[in-house]
């Protein structure tokens, strides 16, 4: 039984830590919230570094111990608090396509998006193109993928309830907006994301991390 609820949210604008930012206040639960800017490096102060070994947001405090990866901090929030229904609990309908849509979209989106962004400073410079013609490749299909499955009927990412899902895919979908062809090219991707911006909580979201680019207009 868990006695405390006690969040601390490291994050930077529109980073991955978005997605938490996101379901934290979806969840209306209390929370404390700390910038480190990385466009200023600050992920790799001696201090940071001691709650992220390898300087990368989010951090996530849970009663004192820091967690870290974006869709493990999502699905940990979900089983904190099941009663606001953000993940099909075990046996019930819709968990088996919940555990294979989370898992599709931290293994198959959230890395080919990092190469995105990272390609020169992880890898060496002289293949960074390469790798981003593949990464734009990579996401093109999935766009067209998802695009498909969703159909006229589909309001989320798992078929008839709002979850963690659909927090990491509009984080992922946002992160694509410079991309030569983002993910609201595709129009039920387009219409998808029209109606997750359109949450309370998305545009509290928005004003807590002074963002104003990608919000509906
Ligand atoms: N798989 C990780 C990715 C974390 C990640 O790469 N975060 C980026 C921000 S979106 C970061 O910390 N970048 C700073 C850096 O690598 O120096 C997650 O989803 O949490």
Redesign the pocket.
């Known amino acids: 039984m868990i006695r405390t609820m006690n969040y601390t949210l490291y994050y930077?604008p529109?980073?991955?830590?978005?997605?938490?930012h996101w379901m934290l206040l979806e969840l209306g639960v209390p929370y404390d919230l700390k910038l480190?800017d990385?466009h200023s490096?600050q992920?790799?102060t001696p201090d940071f570094l001691k709650l992220?070994p390898?300087?990368?947001?989010?951090v996530l405090v849970v009663d004192g111990q820091p967690y870290?990866?974006?869709?493990?901090?999502l699905m940990l929030l979900a089983e904190r608090h099941p009663n606001a229904g953000l993940a099909p609990r075990p046996n019930e309908e819709g968990r088996a396509k919940w555990l294979e849509t989370m898992v599709y979209l931290?293994n198959g989106l959230?890395?080919p998006?990092?190469d995105w962004?990272?390609a020169d400073?992880?890898g060496d410079p002289v293949h960074a193109e390469g790798i981003r013609a593949l990464v734009r490749k990579r996401m093109e299909d999935a766009w067209t993928r998802l695009n498909a499955e969703f159909g006229d009927e589909r309001q989320f990412m798992v078929d008839g309830r709002l979850s963690t899902a659909d927090f990491?895919a509009t984080m992922i979908m946002r992160?694509s907006r410079n991309m030569p062809k983002p993910a609201t090219s595709w129009p039920r991707l387009n219409a998808y994301v029209q109606r997750m911006r359109a949450r309370p909580a998305f545009i509290e979201l928005y004003r807590r991390e002074q963002l104003t680019e990608w919000a509906n207009s």
């Open positions: 930077s529109g980073a991955a830590s978005l997605a938490v480190i990385i490096d992920q790799f992220s390898r300087g990368r947001l989010p870290t990866e974006s869709a493990a901090l931290a959230l890395p998006m990092r962004f990272y400073k992880d990491l992160w």
